[in-house]
């Protein structure tokens, strides 16, 4: 049977409704946080007041990608989704290397142990702690999405493991896959590395992409099959062309299937909860409002629903 994997339990795809594509919900007290006091997002009750608020104006999904131990506490997440109504799709895997100490076990652990430990996460549930000590206590609530980062520099060969870790964890157990490119970069080596390493581009998403201002570039890598993720549209200054907009404009018609929209507001200082702008009602809102001024009021629900649908519902291991 088809389904998303939330964190309080299975739905069917139908179920999932508009969709946040790549969002950061709860980020606890972590490494990240330290040098970033920003990215902290550990409130329950504004983060639960946030979300009401996206509730209200029609959302119901969000895809949270804090992956392990970095920030991800998968009993508030919990909480704030039972309080909110969004229903909440939970990652297991790996983030960018700046997002660990130089002595975290990601570069201790093979293959094989990455594979096991996210498998876990898939199959049986998160640990409470997140794995932040010898004990371990895992939950009922499962990871639906596995993710993995790379950035500006060349993949190193402790990303090339990370890839095999998570590619291994998707045939297993048909988890999508969601990475970060930072802005776009590698997006086209992350495609053809997933399919040679045998994932299923139709549930494989690159995100952050709209950040890089080559068209060319865009349809190269939509050709390959995988799917994207666009969040950029509010970050564009007013005295400049805005990327995201124009690339929609552009890659839609021939594309239709394959774009998905997020906010990735990892920042309080994006939440109006927090006093900041411009609050996650944005796609809503200001981003629809956008769209059909350009024409492309048509896409909305591929874009929005259809989309993130397809890619986020489990496919079949193998």
């Not at 006091?37 to 608020?53: G, H, R």
């Not at 995201?244 to 299937?257: A, K």
């Not at 024409?295 to 989309?307: E, K, V």
Request: hydrophobic share 40%; net charge negative.
């Amino acid at each position: 049977m088809s389904f998303i994997r939330t964190v309080l339990g299975d739905i069917p795809p139908a179920q999932a409704g508009l969709t946040y594509a790549h969002e950061h919900i709860v980020i606890d007290e972590s490494f990240p946080t330290q040098a970033n006091p920003d990215f902290l997002l550990n409130d329950v009750d504004k983060i639960a007041t946030e979300l009401t608020q996206v509730y209200r104006a029609g959302g119901r999904t969000m895809i949270d990608t804090m992956p392990a131990n970095c920030g991800r506490n998968v009993l508030k997440l919990a909480e704030v989704s039972r309080r909110s109504g969004i229903q909440i799709v939970v990652p297991t895997g790996i983030h960018l290397e700046q997002y660990y100490p130089a002595s975290h076990w990601r570069y201790q652990y093979s293959e094989d142990q990455l594979t096991r430990l996210f498998v876990a996460d898939v199959e049986e549930g998160i640990d409470r702690y997140d794995y932040n000590g010898p004990v371990l206590n895992r939950t009922d609530h499962k990871a639906g999405m596995i993710k993995l980062a790379t950035g500006d520099d060349p993949i190193t060969a402790h990303q090339k493991l990370i890839f095999w870790a998570v590619v291994n964890t998707h045939r297993a157990t048909g988890v999508p896959i969601l990475t970060h490119s930072n802005a776009g970069l590698h997006a086209l080596d992350q495609a053809e590395r997933f399919a040679r390493l045998g994932a299923d581009l139709r549930h494989v998403v690159i995100s952050h992409v709209d950040r890089h201002k080559d068209i060319g570039y865009h349809r190269a890598l939509l050709q390959t099959g995988v799917r994207v993720e666009f969040d950029s549209a509010f970050r564009w200054k007013a005295d400049e062309p805005n990327w995201t907009f124009t690339l929609l404009e552009t890659l839609l018609p021939d594309f239709p299937d394959q774009i998905t929209a997020g906010m990735d507001a990892a920042r309080n200082t994006y939440w109006q909860s927090y006093g900041g702008t411009p609050g996650l009602t944005y796609l809503m809102t200001t981003f629809r409002d956008e769209l059909t001024h350009r024409g492309l009021a048509g896409y909305w629900n591929r874009l929005m629903i259809d989309n993130p649908t397809a890619l986020y519902t489990f496919c079949q291991p193998h």
